[in-house]
T-cell receptor, first 110, second 111 residues
């Protein structure tokens, strides 16, 4: 199916564990993004990538790591999860003016 | 850094009536895009309307229209003939090279 997918859709993990959220897009868009959504903050940019092997920090990058070895994939890793990283995470891709969002991953850190 | 402010955490409208959601932004740039996104309970982010800053004409998409005041850095969304399906969280967003979102406005539609 064409589009942008995220996995898993729901994840519960413990404090201190490493977690990787996956994002895959089928359009070969150059730009990809990771956001987190928290009540009262809207969506805040964590990291973004302009092309394969090019990544840059967004507004709230601390505690997160990204990589982009292939254009279509943009995984987000929480190296040592903390309760403050409990959130809904959205991946997005963009080629021109419109940005397309994945369905989101709800992550709970206990 | 660019900021986007939505001053109305929550709004209500009667079905078939008109409602306006407010948004202001701060930037020193002259060339940028503005967007309104809708997020229903499914969490899916849906693009409602976009406006290019260089265009003076306000964008319109069916029942949705914007009032873009570039000098005032204001970008409000008007929803006409409100429907129950319009109930959602609405986000205003600014983009120069990256999207920056406001905190959102919850819109409730009363039947």
């Amino acid at each position: 199916d064409a589009g942008i997918t995220q996995s898993p859709r729901y994840k519960i993990t413990e404090t201190g564990r490493q977690v990787t959220l996956m994002c895959h897009q089928t359009w070969s868009h150059s730009y990809m993004f990771w956001y987190r959504q928290d009540l009262g903050h809207g969506l805040r940019l964590i990291y973004y990538s302009a092309a394969a092997d090019i990544t840059d920090k967004g507004e709230v990058p601390d505690g997160y790591v990204v990589s982009r070895s292939k254009t279509e994939n943009f995984p987000l890793t929480l190296e040592s999860a903390t309760r403050s990283q409990t959130s809904v995470y959205f991946c997005a891709s963009r080629e021109s003016y419109e940005q397309y969002f994945g369905p989101g991953t709800r992550l709970t850190v206990t | 850094a660019q900021t986007v402010t939505q001053s109305q955490p929550e709004m209500s409208v009667q079905e078939a009536e008109t409602v306006t959601l407010s948004c202001t932004y701060d930037t020193s740039e002259s060339d940028y895009y503005l967007f309104w996104y809708k997020q229903p309970p499914s969490r899916q982010m849906i693009l409602v309307i976009r406006q290019e800053a260089y265009k003076q004409q306000n964008a319109t998409e069916n029942r949705f229209s914007v009032n873009f005041q570039k000098a005032a850095k204001s970008f409000s969304l008007k929803i006409s003939d409100s429907q129950l399906g319009d109930a959602a969280m609405y986000f205003c967003a600014y983009r120069e090279n990256k999207l920056v979102f406001g905190a959102g406005t919850i819109l409730r539609v009363k039947s």
